[in-house]
């Protein structure tokens, strides 16, 4: 009677200890690679949410204000406003470290763009204005 016990003992710890195992390696997995994920997904939303910004300001005429924040991801580099298709449309970039590479994240806006976004930070307060002439105008505060 005493041996069929330790038996059961043994093979509860057997049975726990691999779970456990099995346990541990889903957890370190996730660590892991969530924060990617949610890097990748701010740095997409980071831009989606500048360049709408943009549209709305530009449909509304010279003289619309509008200010906007904005969370960018640790790892960016840096964030480009360039002006593309002979000042007719713009392009809003951002370049960081995604899984070890450079990546680039963009989006494209029927609006013509000036500005300069520096790096460095975190967290951006963006003013975005329409000039006389129907450019846009970001400018970081």
Do not use: C
Not at 32 to 55: D, G, L, Y
Request: charged residues 15%; glycine residues 8%.
């Amino acid at each position: 009677m005493k041996f069929k016990r330790a038996q059961t003992s043994i093979e509860y710890f057997i049975l726990f200890g691999t779970l456990l195992f099995f346990l541990m390696i889903i957890i370190g997995y996730f660590i892991q690679m969530v924060p990617e994920e949610i890097s990748f997904n701010q740095a997409t939303a980071t831009v989606n949410k500048i360049a709408r910004a943009v549209e709305t300001i530009h449909s509304v005429g010279p003289g619309a204000r509008r200010i906007i924040y904005v969370n960018v991801p640790p790892g960016t580099q840096y964030i480009n406003i360039t002006p593309i298709s002979e000042g007719t449309k713009g392009e809003i970039s951002l370049t960081m470290n995604y899984k070890g590479e450079q990546m680039d994240f963009f989006a494209v806006t029927s609006a013509n763009i000036t500005g300069n976004i520096p790096p460095g930070k975190i967290f951006y307060k963006l003013l975005i204005q329409t000039t006389e002439d129907w450019i846009v105008n970001i400018t970081s505060q």
